[in-house]
């Protein structure tokens, strides 16, 4: 299209050429062509910025979290909004266990399928690696990258998203496509435009499991507390009665 518009600027100043010459013509359309490019550019860029704006804002609605939320049906959500903006083969949000430093994923968007027996370690690995830092990667080819270890299975252009609050690690975005098109910086600003609502759904979701947890449980031994108790035992009752199995 660039090449279209310097096309038909040489063809109208060949007549101009013919009566200033080459020497003043050829000049004056270069910066003529150069300014067209230029502002097609910037409207290119006005409109990317506008797209963003706009997912960001559908974003901030799609990701309000509800009551029955959890992590998984908040990243699932996260990768169905930005399938729209940014094009993957694969598409999944890893998760840690804080215990164990174990990374699973637990959100995927993929045609290949869910890699639901995938692990990593916290560290170790490419995903492993990632996780401890804060800013993301762009990998044109995982198969050769450093940090890959023997046998973890890696392959092609792969975009790698550590979420964090306060420091901690709340999820690890990863997007994978192939070697031929890897991800570009454009692709950043992409993910960047939902990723604050995301990452503030699983902030307020951790939250609240955390003060669920402390409500639930006696403090000095860990163990439920009797509101808990009670609340367990009503759930047994009703279980019981309806598929009228013995509550012992």
Same mark, same amino acid.
């Given at each position: 299209?660039?090449?279209?518009?310097?096309?038909?600027?040489?063809?109208?100043?060949?007549?101009?050429?013919?009566?200033?010459?080459?020497?003043?013509?050829?000049?004056?359309?270069?910066?003529?062509?150069?300014?067209?490019?230029?502002? /097609?550019?910037?409207? %290119?860029?006005?409109?990317?910025?506008?797209?963003?704006?706009?997912?960001?804002?559908?974003?901030?609605?799609?990701?309000?979290?509800?009551? *029955?939320?959890?992590?998984?049906?908040?990243?699932?959500?996260?990768?169905?909004?930005?399938?729209?903006? !940014?094009?993957?083969? @694969?598409?999944?949000?890893?998760?840690?266990? $804080?215990?164990?430093?174990? !990374? $699973?994923?637990?959100?995927?968007? $993929? !045609?290949?399928?869910?890699?639901?027996?995938?692990?990593?370690?916290?560290?170790?690995?490419?995903?492993?690696? %990632?996780?401890? $830092?804060?800013?993301?990667?762009?990998?044109?080819?995982?198969?050769?990258?450093?940090?890959?270890?023997?046998? *973890?299975?890696?392959?092609?252009?792969?975009?790698?998203?550590?979420?964090?609050?306060?420091? *901690?690690?709340?999820?690890?975005?990863?997007?994978?496509?192939?070697?031929?098109?890897?991800?570009? /910086?454009?692709?950043?600003?992409?993910?960047?435009?939902?990723?604050?609502?995301?990452?503030?759904? !699983?902030?307020?979701?951790?939250?609240?499991?955390?003060?669920?947890?402390?409500?639930? @449980?006696?403090?000095?031994?860990?163990?439920?507390?009797?509101?808990?108790?009670?609340?367990?035992?009503?759930? *047994?009752?009703?279980?019981?009665?309806?598929?009228?199995?013995?509550?012992?």
């Amino acid at each position: 299209e660039k090449l279209l518009y310097g096309d038909l600027l040489l063809l109208l100043f060949a007549p101009l050429g013919m009566l200033l010459g080459a020497g003043t013509a050829l000049p004056l359309g270069a910066v003529l062509v150069f300014g067209a490019v230029a502002f /097609q550019t910037k409207q %290119a860029a006005y409109q990317l910025y506008g797209n963003l704006k706009v997912a960001q804002a559908i974003g901030k609605i799609a990701l309000m979290q509800t009551p *029955e939320d959890d992590a998984v049906t908040l990243s699932q959500r996260f990768l169905s909004l930005m399938a729209n903006l !940014l094009p993957a083969e @694969t598409a999944q949000i890893w998760m840690m266990d $804080t215990e164990t430093e174990i !990374l $699973t994923p637990r959100a995927s968007l $993929t !045609l290949h399928g869910f890699q639901r027996e995938a692990k990593a370690v916290y560290g170790a690995g490419i995903i492993g690696k %990632a996780a401890m $830092t804060s800013e993301p990667r762009l990998i044109p080819e995982a198969s050769l990258d450093p940090d890959k270890l023997k046998g *973890e299975l890696a392959m092609g252009a792969w975009l790698l998203y550590p979420i964090r609050s306060k420091g *901690e690690l709340l999820a690890l975005g990863q997007w994978v496509r192939p070697a031929d098109y890897p991800f570009t /910086q454009e692709d950043l600003q992409s993910i960047e435009s939902l990723l604050p609502s995301y990452a503030m759904a !699983l902030e307020n979701l951790h939250i609240r499991e955390t003060m669920h947890h402390l409500a639930s @449980t006696d403090g000095l031994t860990g163990l439920w507390n009797h509101r808990r108790m009670q609340e367990i035992l009503r759930d *047994e009752v009703r279980r019981s009665a309806r598929y009228h199995h013995p509550l012992s």
